[in-house]
T-cell receptor, first 117, second 110 residues
C-alpha cells in the first residue's frame, strides 16, 4: 500500500514552453502533497505544500507564478513549470500525506526528470 | 528552525563490513526522524522512522538507527553491508514539513 506515482518520469522541453507534472496517490487519499526539487548530487528542497481544495503554500524563494500547483482531488496534485528555462532543469519529486495519518509519514513518488533545452 | 547535518558526504566500505552513517539534527520539540535511501534517478524509499518510544529503531533491509536526544543524533547502522546497499542516504527531520540533510553517498567495494 501507500504508493505514489508521478507522470511523466522524464520530460525534455524547449525553453519557453510549459510542462505539467502529475503526482497521484494510487491507493490512499491525500489531503496534503508536497513538491520537492533536487539538483544533481544535492538534497531535496521543499518547494511547496499542496492542500486539496485550497491554494498551495510556497517556500521562501519559490516563484508561485512560475511553479503553478493544483490539488484538485484527494489523489492528484499537479505542478506546472511555466515558461521553462534551462535553469529549471532538475529532478522534481512529490510526496503525499495520507488522509487522517497520525504520524505525518510522507510517501514519495519516483520523481520526474525535467530537462529544458 | 529545524535543520539536519550529515557530516559525511561520501563513505566507502567493503562488502560485509559494518556501516554507520551520521545524522545530527536541530529541532524545537520532540523530533520525528527519518532515514531514506535513494538509488540513482529514483525516488526515496523509507528505511526507518522514529516518532517516540524505544530509541533503537529497526528498519527494512537490516538497517537500524538509534535516537540519542542528548547528542541530537540519529545515526544509521548496518552490521554487514551488501553491494546492493550502494546508494545515497538522507536523514530528515520534521513534523509535517520535512527538512533533509545533504545526503551521504555510500560506495560498497567488493
Amino acid at each position: 500500500g501507500a504508493v505514489v506515482s508521478q507522470h511523466p518520469s522524464r520530460v525534455i522541453c524547449k525553453s519557453g514552453t510549459s510542462v505539467k507534472i502529475e503526482c497521484r496517490s494510487l491507493d490512499f487519499q491525500a489531503t496534503t502533497m508536497f513538491w520537492y526539487r533536487q539538483f544533481p548530487k544535492q538534497s531535496l528542497m521543499l518547494m511547496a505544500t499542496s492542500n486539496e481544495g485550497s491554494k498551495a503554500t510556497y517556500e521562501q524563494g519559490v516563484e508561485k507564478d512560475k511553479f503553478l500547483i493544483n490539488h484538485a482531488s484527494l489523489t492528484l496534485s499537479t505542478l506546472t513549470v511555466t515558461s521553462a528555462h534551462p535553469e529549471d532543469s532538475s529532478f522534481y519529486i512529490c510526496s503525499a500525506l495520507p488522509r487522517g495519518s497520525s504520524y505525518n509519514e510522507q510517501f514519495f513518488g519516483p520523481g520526474t526528470r525535467l530537462t529544458v533545452l | 528552525a529545524q535543520s539536519v547535518t550529515q557530516p559525511d558526504i561520501h563513505i566507502t566500505v567493503s562488502e560485509g563490513a559494518s556501516l554507520e552513517l551520521r545524522c545530527n539534527y536541530s529541532y524545537g520539540a520532540t523530533p520525528y526522524l527519518f532515514w531514506y535511501v535513494q538509488s540513482p534517478g529514483q525516488g526515496l524509499q523509507l528505511l526507518l522512522k522514529y516518532f517516540s518510544g524505544d530509541t533503537l529503531v529497526q528498519g527494512i533491509k537490516g538497517f537500524e538507527a538509534e535516537f540519542k536526544r542528548s547528542q541530537s543524533s540519529f545515526n544509521l547502522r548496518k552490521p554487514s553491508v551488501h553491494w546492493s546497499d550502494a546508494a545515497e542516504y538522507f536523514c530528515a527531520v520534521g513534523n509535517y514539513k520535512l527538512t533533509f540533510g545533504k545526503g551521504t553517498l555510500l560506495t560498497v567495494n567488493p
